[in-house]
């Protein structure tokens, strides 16, 4: 098989590790370069003429957009895939109008990033289904109509009458570092959007996410002093449903459901829940 040259851009170095970690698990993904910013990422590109390039959105000293504009000139044979912790379907058309190939949402990246690489080399496009509460086919079709959308993406949160919606996610991570900013991203895209968080988690890793969401932008932390983001203790959770060593089914289902109804109550269109 090939090998596949590929440059690594993310501000975040424990992301950007994890991002590499993940990608080194195929063995014809040659990381042949990484970048913390993108002014770093163009002059890269410029340079290594990689065959994929695995871009964040916000960085610093130049935005990935502008990024992205400079480096389908700088090296237009390179394939460009987007990872960003923002969720806006406006954010999405725009990254996908420069000819970008893929877009997967960094809460997702653990369960779809191999997929989208897999889908981006081949030509297709891939867009996270992490893009909760949006439907992005019009915006999809309009910048590229023969590309083949990603069936995730298409799903929606918002239910029809009668209906309820639900969406249930596992993702695995590769060391502490990854679970951390799994778990931030997929809480700072549900605060965002106004949704109501609940979070089963130990004490100290209640005390990291709490501190690294007040340092994520105001919007965030004033969803977190608003009450919007409920931490519960994961020992405390466990006791009220597990029996000899084992969850009973149906206490499980009274607690946990007894729970996000009376956050739901709380004028929230969406409760998720980790």
Known sequence: MSSVRVLVVDDHEP???FVCSTLEKRPELQIVGQASDGLE?????????????????????????EAARRIRKLSPESKILFMSQESSADVVQEALSLGALGYVVKANAGSE??????????GRQFVS?????????????AQAPNRQCYKEAL????????????????QFYSDESAFLVG?????????????????????????????RLRAGGGEVAAAVEQKHYIHLNVADMLSTFMVNGLIDPVRFAKVAGDLVVET???????????
Do not use: W, Y
């Open 129 to 141: 289904g992490g893009l909760s509460g949006h439907n992005c086919a019009d915006a999809m079709d």
């Open 264 to 274: 739901a109550k709380e004028e929230h269109h969406h409760v998720a829940l980790c």
């Open 41 to 65: 990422a163009t002059q890269k590109a410029e340079a290594l003429q990689p065959d994929l390039i695995v871009l964040d959105l916000g960085l610093p000293t130049l935005h990935g957009i």
């Open 113 to 122: 990033l191999l997929a989208a690489v897999e889908a981006v080399l081949q």
């Open 183 to 211: 778990f931030t991203c997929f809480i700072g895209a549900a605060l965002k959007a106004q949704n109501a968080v609940i979070v089963v988690a130990s004490e100290p890793h209640g005390a990291t996410l709490l501190q």
């Open 15 to 17: 992301f950007r590790r």
């Open 155 to 170: 799903s929606s949160f918002a239910p029809g009458q009668g209906e309820i919606a639900r969406k249930h996610e596992v």
